[in-house]
């Protein structure tokens, strides 16, 4: 059986309640955008309805009556409640066509921004918030909807998806190979200074090519793939990178592979969320978006590294390294 309520006009509410708090007809009108008369014609269709005197005339001034100060009370609650409901209820609609990202400042800069168009036109109805987080430091946004994470994949309390797994390879500047090579064999790398980042150990390169160095330990560590890969292209040293990072490095000649050698890396990129993100519709299709389309859309892979005389090693040696 459905209720119905006997309500009186919201107009004639919000009449009511802004005579009362702004104490005169006129400020209570301008508010209201309407005029005095009919501020003072809402206020006496609500008396009627109610069957009350709000307002009571004293020294050519109207007061609140006993039951105006009463009902007021009422009529304030009321319109707080709806007021409210109506906030919340745009803010989750808002929430629910806002898709925030929080990601390293590599990842960001050199796999999603290439990529917004094509993101824009899968998710033409999202509005996408991008937010840098800092690996190892915890900086990141406080209410992502989805957490790009470089690591194992083991991220207790969220589902974790991997979207980027590719292999590692030492790379450096033209110059730096010309200056130090030439680099023919995996153990010529010593001849050059290795960059340490702490997020992309070398153990898993040397372990591929059979060398049982320990980690390199520099004056300088790199908490950022981004940070050493660019200082490589600034003639710093030799890097351990991943196509997806360096394709524009390479294509534009500021960095070279030393070796076709490759190497399964320690860690991978991850796409986590919490089970509530996932629930929303463009979360879970956007992750899936990402697996689709970063894990089997690979960068081009251009030839391998330059040596002194500015030829691929592997040409030069008359075969390739084998990976």
């Known amino acids: 059986m459905s209720t119905r309520y006997q309500l009186p006009p919201t107009h004639c509410l919000l009449a009511f309640e802004a005579r009362a708090r702004l104490g005169t007809g006129v400020l209570a009108a301008r508010e209201l955008c309407i005029t005095p008369s009919a501020l003072s014609h809402r206020i006496k ?5 109610i ?3 709000l307002f009571a005339k004293t020294e050519g001034d109207l007061i609140l009556t006993a039951k105006g100060h009463e009902y007021l009370g009422a009529v304030r609650e009321a319109l707080g409640v709806l007021s409210h409901l109506s906030d919340g209820a745009a803010q989750r609609v808002q929430r629910r066509r806002r898709i925030q ?3 390293p400042p590599t990842f960001a800069t050199q796999i999603l921004v290439p990529r917004l168009d094509r993101i824009r036109e899968a998710f033409p109805d999202v509005d996408l918030e991008l937010h840098l987080s800092v690996p190892l430091v915890g900086l990141k946004a406080e209410h992502a909807d989805v957490e790009i994470r470089f690591g194992n994949g083991v991220y207790p309390g ?6 980027l797994e590719e292999q590692v390879f030492p790379v450096c500047s033209p ?3 010309r200056a130090h090579g030439p680099f023919m064999e995996p153990i010529d790398i010593l001849k050059g200074s290795l960059l340490q980042c702490i997020i992309e150990p070398w153990q898993p390169w040397f372990r591929a090519a059979s060398l049982q160095f320990p980690e390199p330990c520099s004056a300088i560590q790199f908490v950022d793939i981004g940070l050493v890969v660019e200082a490589a292209a600034c003639h710093q040293g030799i890097a351990l990178a991943r196509q997806s990072m360096i394709v524009n490095y390479l294509s534009a000649g500021r960095l070279v592979r030393l070796f076709d050698l490759e190497a399964v890396p320690a860690y991978a990129y991850y796409a986590t969320a919490t089970p509530e993100a996932l629930a929303r519709p463009q979360v879970s299709a956007f992750i899936a978006w ?3 389309n970063l894990q089997h859309d690979p960068p081009e892979r251009l030839p391998t590294a330059i040596n002194t005389e500015s030829q691929p090693v592997a040409q ?3 075969s390739r390294i084998a990976r």
């Open 101 to 103: 990202v929080c990601a």
């Open 316 to 318: 030069r040696r008359g």
């Open 175 to 177: 110059a730096y190979a």
């Open 51 to 53: 069957g009350t005197p």
């Open 45 to 49: 269709q609500l008396e009627t309805l």
């Open 290 to 292: 990402l697996q689709a």
């Open 158 to 163: 969220f589902n974790a998806v991997s979207i």
